[in-house]
């Protein structure tokens, strides 16, 4: 073997054992998004549960029987089914941004729909006291609240492992490697509070690899 086959050898067995490493790496991190994802889905499952109890315990009190009360349960009641079906979705591949994307709207819209529901129950909470419906629904919404922060908790790991993935697929070289594989940058969750929300933007695919 002449001296430049021993250089095209040992460069093509170099190039050989950093792509392995490359790709070990993208998977390891995109694993650990993956694996995160858990603690997120959990406190999605207790929220939405909350929303569906919450609008159960109010629907047939004499307090919300007017078009202001109906219309707002059943925005609630309507947000949570979408919710759900999205979180569904997102459970079974959190690596699709389609799944995250969808899920982060449908969170966006339960909240919206929480929110007029709260100032209703302040508002017409001594109407709701007789029969203790009342501090039960606040009860249910401080437990929201508690939901919510544990949430952001889990949503914060989940975005951190999502955003070294996504500094991993963009360095150079390894780029290379990751479009040749199919991988793609991830998609962080968006906070249910848009005003909240500093990791709303610029979500991005969160692709398999071919």
Do not use: C, K
Not at 120 to 137: F, K, M, N, V, Y
Not at 143 to 150: F, G, I, Y
Request: net charge neutral.
């Amino acid at each position: 073997m002449s001296h430049g086959q021993n250089i095209l050898f040992a460069v093509a067995a170099l190039l050989v054992f950093w792509g392995v490493g490359a790709y070990n790496r993208l998977v390891r991190l995109r694993g650990a998004a993956v694996a995160v994802w858990a603690p997120i889905d959990a406190q999605l499952r207790r929220r939405q549960a909350l929303a569906f109890e919450l609008a159960g315990l109010l629907a047939p009190q004499p307090a919300m029987d007017d078009a202001v009360g109906r219309a707002t349960l059943q925005a609630l009641a309507a947000a949570t089914r979408q919710a759900q079906a999205a979180a569904d979705h997102a459970l079974v591949r959190p690596s699709r941004a389609e799944a995250i994307q969808s899920l982060g709207l449908a969170e966006q819209v339960l909240e919206a729909a929480l929110r007029p529901l709260r100032a209703l129950i302040e508002s017409r909470e001594a109407q709701l006291e007789g029969d203790e419906t009342g501090p039960r629904a606040q009860a249910l919404l401080q437990a929201l609240r508690e939901a919510e922060t544990q949430l952001a908790f889990a949503r914060g790991l989940f975005n951190e492992a999502v955003e070294a993935f996504n500094a991993a697929v963009h360095e150079l070289p390894t780029r290379l490697l990751a479009r040749r594989f199919g991988f793609q940058p991830a998609a962080t969750l968006p906070s249910a509070a848009p005003e909240r929300s500093a990791d709303a933007q610029g979500v991005l695919p969160f692709g398999d690899p071919a």
